[in-house]
């Protein structure tokens, strides 16, 4: 299911997403994991992401060690909440980004790889990853011969 903060988001690229519920609409208890795509600063990721709403998402998910999937500089919405600090992790890597220095001024342990799985909290390093990353969140939730197959019938092997 999809969640947000607001009843349609205004994308990148002229893209709308408009989520199935809102999040004062649900209880978190009711999830079992959390995955958080990248996005754009231009598109005001990080003035939602870093909402004191939002923010209590991310930490109530990793008190319950409920997995948690990132991708590209989706990790720095964790780094920000604090769960990050002493965890390996990544972000998005490009030379001309400072993104990393970011990360790591929240106190993660820079790991400069496409994909850093820590415990229940998977962190990626760039948009290519997103099909890697949601296959081993899937392993994560259910198991790896699940994903195998999944994989498989997808025609990712």
Known sequence: MTVGLYQQLQCTWNFNVAPEKL???ISLEDFD???IPGGFEEAGLYA???SDEFQAVVRHFDEHKKPIATVCVASLILGHSG???NRKATTYNHPTSKRLAQLQSYGADIVNERIVQTGH???SSNPGTAFDV???FLEMLTSEENAKKVKDLMGFN
Do not use: M, W
């Open 121 to 123: 909290i998977i962190t």
């Open 48 to 50: 939602d992401a870093f």
């Open 134 to 136: 949601a296959f081993s």
């Open 33 to 35: 994991a959390l995955a």
């Open 83 to 85: 769960v990050l600090h």
């Open 23 to 25: 999040l004062r609409e």
